[in-house]
T-cell receptor, first 115, second 112 residues
């Protein structure tokens, strides 16, 4: 059974700092990995989807990397801003036939960026 | 705007009552999902549907029921058999496997 772990559980950094969030998974037979952002009391916003054939994916100040063989992904946030404060979740789909991709989630990293 | 709409945002349930959470999407996605989120735990899959008139149990389906009569809609009913229903419920959709999943804004259900 796939298990996803995110470390650290919480992180506080001053504004402007570059930071890295970690995600590890136990079964390397994944199709892709998705990073989400969740604000308090809100739904999930998709940040980046990185396919198993890719090593990196970038969107603005965000860069996600994927190393399937070691079961790890990192989300790099450059020049952090107070507006980046949120919980960041990673998720991988279960190896599944058919059209639905059931996601297994980590418990998230709660990020606070201070002024 | 394309997206997923969940309603209501907040819902209160009395003991022994069934309640239904709404999820509508206009993304033309085939697959839809219901997840439950509890504090300190990852999201857990309740039910999913790959196509109209078909749905499958997820990891924690007991006490829940769903229907998929239209491609756009995937309502979730929390029955009286669900002993601990207080949680944040999230609906999602995606195209065929290996593609990006999109989520609604969630419904917070509280038992009173």
């Amino acid at each position: 059974k796939q298990e996803v772990t995110q470390i650290p559980a919480a992180l506080s950094v001053p504004e402007g700092e570059n930071l890295v969030l970690n995600c590890s998974f136990t079964d390397s037979a994944i199709y892709n990995l998705q990073w989400f952002r969740q604000d308090p009391g809100k739904g999930l916003t998709s940040l980046l989807l990185i396919q198993s054939s890719q090593r990196e994916q970038t969107s603005g100040r965000l860069n996600a990397s994927l190393d399937k063989s070691s079961g790890r992904s990192t989300l790099y946030i450059a020049a952090s801003q107070p507006g980046d404060s949120a919980t960041y979740l990673c998720a991988v789909p279960s190896f599944n036939t058919g059209t639905a991709s059931k996601l297994t989630f980590g418990t998230g990293t709660r990020l606070q960026v201070t002024l | 705007d394309g997206g997923i709409t969940q309603s209501p945002k907040y819902l209160f349930r009395k003991e022994g009552q069934n309640v239904t959470l709404s999820c509508e999407q206009n993304l033309n996605h085939d697959a839809m999902y219901w997840y439950r989120q509890d504090p300190g735990q990852g999201l857990r899959l309740i039910y999913y549907s790959q196509i109209v008139n078909d749905f499958q149990k997820g990891d924690i389906a007991e006490g829940y029921s769903v229907s998929r009569e239209k491609k756009e809609s995937f309502p979730l009913t929390v029955t009286s058999a669900q002993k601990n229903p207080t949680a944040f419920y999230l609906c999602a959709s995606s195209m065929p496997e290996n593609t990006e999943a999109f989520f609604g804004q969630g419904t917070r259900l509280t038992v009173v």
